[in-house]
């Protein structure tokens, strides 16, 4: 009996043993649905070529003052009015200048005044051309000269003039500060108009005009333009131990009509007055 009982035991293991493998093995392959599409991995698409902007300068506002502007340079002999039996010592100073019409240049009394020699260069020309004193006047520190030699004229463009700024509208001062022999521009604002002390002559108060743009040693003489048209000369201003961003311009209307035909009787003959003070540039 006992037998008989472990053999109908091992026949149900058996039994269960086969089930279980039927069930675990895979089911008969049939028709195998199609597998989905696996994107292939291409080349990346090519970057759209953006155009880069080519810069471009800003338009002058005043022109080509290039050809209007011209570097002074003055061989002077400051006389010694303490003892004027003595010769002077003898300086040398570099201004600016610029050319109106009638073949003239206009520039500051105190880069030509007490001048033995006088010469004038222009833009991209490596000669210095001969220059003599036409009319001065020491009083508004301005200064009319010319050049004789027959070309130097040639391609130069007489600047206009126009009137008296604006407060706080913008002015360009171009010149030759320190020196330097390129020209150079320095960009401002009108800050005031007032009577100020031309220290040249130091005798009485004259028109003039603040601006924020940067005078030094050099500019002396040099036009200050706005709109294309001259506003003023650049003649003087502080130190930078003194105050910082003040510089003064002679505008249009001191000069008047002696700037363009020179025969106001201020600039008549050239009186000599002592440069007695480093406040004018």
Known sequence: MKRTLIFIYVALLLGSASYAQQDSTAPPM???????????????????VVPVPVPIAPPKPNGPVQKSLVRITATAVEPDYK???????????????????????LTNAHVVSNSRYLTVERDSD????????????????LALI????????KN????????????????????????????SVTTGIVSRIDFQLYTHSSIDQHLAVQISAQINPGNSGGPVMQNGKVIGVA??????????GVAYMIPT?????????GQRSSVRGRSSHNRRSSHRQ
């Not at 004027?84 to 073949?103: D, L, M, S």
């Not at 003649?235 to 910082?244: K, P």
């Open 235 to 244: 003649f003087q201003g502080y130190s930078g131990d003194v105050a910082q």
């Open 126 to 141: 490596p000669n210095k051309y001969p220059a003599k004193v036409l009319f001065i006047a020491n009083d508004c520190d």
């Open 156 to 183: 130069m463009v007489p600047l206009k003039f126009g009137g008296i700024p604006s407060l706080e509208s913008t002015v360009s001062a171009y010149g030759y500060p320190i020196g330097g022999e390129r020209m």
């Open 83 to 105: 003892a004027p039996w003595n010769a002077g010592a003898i300086q040398r100073g570099v201004g600016a200048g610029f050319v109106i019409e009638g073949n003239r240049i």
């Open 146 to 153: 010319t050049v004789d030699a027959p070309n130097f004229f």
């Open 30 to 48: 049939g028709p195998q649905a199609p597998l989905p599409a696996v994107p292939s991995r291409s080349s990346p698409p090519a970057q759209a």
């Open 253 to 261: 209307p001191v000069g008047g009509r002696g700037w363009a035909i």
